[in-house]
């Protein structure tokens, strides 16, 4: 698969957007580029996943999934909160573009437009809703599971 030209904008674009975001979230300075990258390894995923696939929802589970787990990773790493590297690398995927032209359609009262805008626009949003609940569930269960172990371990005699 080639990269032609309008897909190497999407990917700077979508670093650029990532890193205007950290910067604009104002995040610690040696986070920006961690962040700035997942910004474009989401979006670079999500485009390979697309060009395979050609639907919108499983590569925007797999994407949004991706981002979660590094932001989760990171978090750790760097002792700071999830949420600030989940929040930069998923703006690529949000889709504003498709938010934009679904309230078109229906301010204009076109309503072929709104409904294919629409649909497509609720399924990127799906698609990080549950990206976003994979990670955390997983991330919730293995904390419990954990946290259940260590409680076992106080209660056992040596």
């Known amino acids: 698969m080639m990269l032609d030209g309008y897909a190497v904008v999407q990917l700077v674009t979508a670093f650029a957007g990532a890193l205007g975001f950290a910067l604009f979230f104002n995040m610690n300075p040696r986070f920006i580029p961690a962040a ?9 995923l999500y485009w390979l996943l697309y060009q395979m696939m050609g639907q919108i929802f499983v590569p925007c589970i797999v994407a949004s999934t991706f981002a979660a787990a590094f932001a989760e990773v990171m978090a750790r790493t760097g002792r700071v909160p999830a949420t600030a590297f989940f929040i930069i690398a998923v703006i690529p995927l949000v889709p ?3 938010l934009f032209y679904t309230m078109s359609g229906a301010v ?3 309503w072929a437009s709104f409904a294919a805008n629409g649909s497509a626009t609720f399924l990127f949003a799906a698609g990080i809703a549950c990206g976003i609940c994979i990670v ?12 259940k172990l260590a409680r076992l371990h106080r209660r056992t005699p040596s």
């Not at 990258?37 to 670079?44: E, N, P, Q, R």
């Not at 955390?136 to 946290?147: E, P």
């Open 108 to 110: 204009n009262a076109d």
């Open 136 to 147: 955390t569930a997983c991330v919730q269960t293995w904390k419990y599971g954990r946290a």
């Open 36 to 44: 700035s990258v997942a910004g474009f390894l989401t979006w670079a």
């Open 96 to 98: 504003g573009r498709g």
